[in-house]
């Protein structure tokens, strides 16, 4: 398992490097002038000339991605164009708040999909799958943002349970963080568990069918313990595989999110730094989005690998 994680390890490094010198590059290329977010429009032509020289930006991409590299590699992630704050404090203050949203979406999706899942599969063909099946449709059709707007009308302005936007530490205040993070949760776990309920509900089919789990009841197993010792081991594998899968798009979810609910994090970060051509926190916050991307990826090899020993093969 050791030398399996290794070399997963390894693998992710150029990864690593190829993917964050294409998004570095792909930032320079965009259309717009940052040397306006600090001179403004009556700047003169010679003196953005020389605040693109005295900041590097006339220089060729390999040069500015190297520099930029090697600044990373010693701590220091440059400071915002726009309000000179250092990025790395930046960072410090918003990865939290991502990194709940994401984490807590992630557990509210497994807790809905994958008993509702199980519960259909057992419940083949009869009302109770039928009606799993529809709510797990309604999910998945429903937009994100969609479901954000319906989530504050109904919760915020029609019944006035819980605040429509805004952050709180939950080191400062649990009870108001959670109150805040409930329609954020709900507006990214929802529609991931449909998926999650489908992709579970067809693994459990496939695995009920399968001659070892006729062989366990013949043998006298319990149903509880068919379904969770026999038929959901073998049919975790594929669950896991969507789970990994969608928590890229659950990182595109959260940018929508945090702008539709005003929280300070990552997705919030790169929004405004596209806006103001701010590349410095713009850069830094992809390159988190990436990190922890390919973690969660890793993270899902190795649950291969845990629940199949072949894999590490």
């Known amino acids: 398992m050791g030398r399996y994680v290794l070399r997963r390890l390894l693998h992710l490094l150029p990864i690593l490097f190829v993917v964050s010198f294409v998004?570095?590059?792909?930032?320079?290329?965009?259309?717009?002038?940052?040397?306006?977010?600090?001179?403004?429009?009556?700047?003169?032509?010679?003196?953005?000339?020389?605040?693109?020289?005295?900041?590097?930006?006339?220089q060729s991409i390999p040069v500015q991605y190297l520099r930029w590299l090697l600044r990373l590699?010693?701590?220091?992630?440059?400071?915002s164009l726009r309000t000179q704050e250092p990025v790395g404090e930046m960072l410090a203050t918003r990865v939290p708040v991502t990194l709940e949203l994401t984490v807590?979406?992630?557990?509210?999706?497994?807790?809905?999909?994958?008993?509702?899942?199980?519960?259909?599969?057992?419940?083949r063909g009869r009302p109770t799958d039928v009606a799993?099946?529809?709510?797990?449709?309604?999910?998945?059709?429903?937009?994100?943002?969609?479901?954000?707007?319906?989530?504050?009308?109904?919760?915020?302005?029609?019944?006035?349970?819980?605040?429509?936007?805004?952050?709180?530490?939950?080191?400062?205040?649990?009870?108001?963080?959670?109150?805040?993070?409930?329609?954020?949760?709900?507006?990214?776990?929802?529609?991931?568990s449909a998926l999650i309920l489908r992709q579970t509900r067809a693994a459990m089919l496939q695995a009920l069918s399968e001659d070892y789990i006729r062989t366990a009841r013949a043998k006298g197993a319990s149903a509880?313990?068919?379904?969770?010792?026999?038929?959901l081991r073998n049919a975790l594998i594929p669950i896991v595989s969507v789970i990994g899968l969608q928590f890229g798009a659950l990182i595109g979810g959260?940018?929508?999110?945090?702008?539709?609910?005003s929280?300070?994090?990552?997705?919030?970060?790169?929004?405004?730094?596209?806006?103001?051509?701010?590349?410095?926190?713009?850069?830094?916050?992809?390159?988190?989005?990436?990190?922890?991307?390919?973690?969660?990826?890793?993270?899902?090899?190795?649950t291969y690998a845990a629940l199949d020993k072949r894999v590490q093969l």
């Not at 570095?24 to 020289?53: E, S």
């Not at 590699?73 to 400071?79: C, H, I, P």
């Not at 999910?139 to 915020?156: K, R, T, V, Y």
């Not at 959260?254 to 609910?261: L, N, S």
């Open 132 to 192: 799993i099946r529809v709510i797990g449709t309604s999910g998945i059709a429903l937009p994100h943002f969609w479901a954000g707007i319906l989530l504050i009308m109904l919760l915020s302005v029609r019944l006035g349970w819980l605040p429509p936007s805004g952050y709180v530490p939950i080191w400062v205040d649990p009870v108001a963080n959670l109150r805040l993070m409930i329609m954020p949760c709900l507006m990214l776990g929802l529609s991931l």
């Open 263 to 302: 929280l300070p994090g990552l997705g919030r970060m790169i929004i405004e730094g596209i806006f103001n051509r701010d590349f410095a926190p713009l850069q830094a916050a992809i390159l988190f989005v990436v990190i922890g991307t390919m973690t969660v990826n890793l993270l899902t090899d190795l």
């Open 224 to 231: 509880l313990r068919v379904v969770i010792r026999h038929a």
């Open 73 to 79: 590699l010693s701590g220091d992630f440059g400071r």
């Open 23 to 58: 998004v570095f590059a792909m930032l320079l290329l965009l259309p717009g002038d940052p040397t306006l977010t600090l001179l403004g429009d009556q700047a003169t032509q010679a003196q953005r000339a020389a605040l693109r020289h005295a900041m590097g930006f006339d």
């Open 254 to 261: 959260v940018v929508i999110t945090e702008m539709i609910f």
């Open 104 to 123: 807590l979406s992630m557990v509210l999706s497994v807790a809905i999909g994958l008993p509702l899942g199980i519960v259909a599969s057992l419940r």
